[in-house]
């Protein structure tokens, strides 16, 4: 027993008590650094390539006239609080870069819009010659001469890049 209670009377240094105090402020910092990281990242996977600067969009309020000028376009209609979606977003992103279509893409974020249907009825009465095919976002819409040529829509099945890939290869847009 004599031991034991040497073990607890015994005088410790102090440096003994700096040492751990530092090496537990470096532990908490370093954890709320990498945490900080992770949640940057993670929000940075539900932004859609497509709200990049460089991505010719619209808003809805302008919708009507900004479509009224183009001659050949590539209207892309999705929203942005879904990571499935997002992803789809990602990788149409990347065909249409690789295909050196960006210029030609317009994109409509309607992610406000989304959970009423309110889009739907806006795209049917721009593009009554494609009204039947009009359904559920993401879909992507041909437009030649301010016209609705064609469309893919995700009423069946979500679109991917080898639906996208078909359409710019039946109509040679380039």
């Not at 090496?23 to 996977?45: K, P, Q």
């Not at 999705?78 to 979606?85: C, G, L, M, R, T």
């Not at 993401?138 to 829509?153: E, H, N, R, T, W």
Request: net charge negative.
């Amino acid at each position: 027993m004599g031991k034991l209670s040497e073990l607890f009377t015994k005088k410790k240094p102090a440096k003994n008590y700096y040492i751990v105090l530092i090496v537990s402020v470096l532990v908490i910092v370093f954890t709320l650094i990498f945490r900080s990281i992770y949640l940057n990242y993670m929000e940075s996977l539900n932004v859609s390539l497509f709200q990049d600067k460089s991505i010719n969009q619209i808003n809805t309020e302008d919708f009507d006239f900004a479509l009224t000028e183009v001659s050949e376009a590539i209207l892309y209609v999705s929203y942005s609080d879904n990571k499935e979606i997002t992803s789809i977003d990602r990788k149409v992103y990347k065909l249409l870069e690789r295909k050196n279509l960006i210029d030609k893409v317009i994109y409509w974020d309607i992610t406000d819009l989304y959970k009423d249907g309110s889009y739907l009825s806006t795209l049917r009465n721009k593009f009554p010659e494609v009204s039947d095919n009009i359904s559920i976002a993401p879909l992507v819409i041909y437009i030649k001469d301010g016209k609705a040529v064609d469309v893919i829509s995700s009423e069946f099945t979500l679109i991917d890049t080898d639906m996208v890939k078909d359409m710019i290869e039946k109509y040679g847009i380039e």
